[in-house]
């Protein structure tokens, strides 16, 4: 079975400074992961996602994520927040191996302060 | 690309009616998943077909819901009867079979059962 925690249901930041978005994961073998966004009334939209190499993931609107197997976590970060980037975000794990369903985690929301 | 469709944005029903929901995934996708989303339980995958083929289907809460895939581009997701708790956001996504599975989200239908 794969699983996924993020142990914060919010992160409060300052408009500037950095953010962090934790998660992290159980699965067999080698994972997938992603992270999502999802803005209010809207539907997930994808952000990045980890399959192999580079421990550091660049994804969409200044967004990375580290991975970092022998911790099995999979943290969102960003150096220099914004307020548009208040929402909430999903990180997801599924299996490296054949064809496995995505698992979400139940979501952290972040609010950006001005 | 117009992305994952959805239809209505959203429906509001009384106990008992019948309801459908409808998802035209991503022209090329081979697979397409059902999700439902509330404050109490997040995020939780109901149903997810490979082909048109439905593949798990064991997050289906109940006798009462049931999804089909007649063709490559179509989806619906039916309750019947309707009943207040079933009252969510419901998603659908797609994705290709092969390689990393990536998912991509419409946006969703409000479900409201009075």
């Known amino acids: 079975a794969q699983s996924v925690a993020q142990p914060e249901d919010q992160v409060n930041v300052a408009e500037g400074n950095p953010l962090t978005v934790k998660c992290t994961y159980s699965?067999?073998?080698?994972?997938?992961l992603f992270w999502y966004v999802q803005y209010p009334n809207r539907g997930l939209q994808f952000l990045l996602k980890?399959?192999?190499?580079?421990?550091l993931v660049k994804g969409s609107y200044g967004f990375e994520a580290e991975f970092n197997k022998s911790q099995t976590s999979f943290h969102l970060k960003k150096p220099s927040a914004l307020v548009s980037d208040s929402a909430l975000y999903f990180c997801a794990v599924s299996q490296n191996s054949g064809y496995s369903t995505l698992t979400f985690g139940k979501g952290t929301m972040l609010l950006v302060s001005p | 690309d117009a992305g994952v469709i959805q239809s209505p944005r959203h429906e509001v029903t009384e106990m008992g009616q019948e309801v459908t929901l409808r998802c035209k995934p991503i022209?090329?996708?081979?697979?397409l998943f059902w999700y439902r989303q509330t404050m109490m339980r997040g995020l939780e995958l109901l149903i997810y077909?490979?082909?048109?083929?439905?593949?798990?289907d064991s997050g289906m809460p109940e006798d009462r819901f049931s999804a089909k895939m007649p063709n490559a581009s179509f989806s619906t997701l039916k309750i019947q009867p309707s009943e207040p708790r079933d009252s969510a956001v419901y998603f659908c996504?797609?994705?290709?079979?092969?390689?990393?599975?990536?998912?991509?989200f419409g946006p969703g239908t409000r479900l409201t059962v009075l």
């Open positions: 996504a797609s994705s290709l079979r092969t390689g990393v599975p990536e998912q991509f």
């Open positions: 980890y399959i192999t190499g580079d421990n």
């Open positions: 699965v067999s073998g080698n994972p997938y």
């Open positions: 077909f490979n082909n048109n083929v439905p593949i798990d």
């Open positions: 022209s090329g996708h081979n697979s």
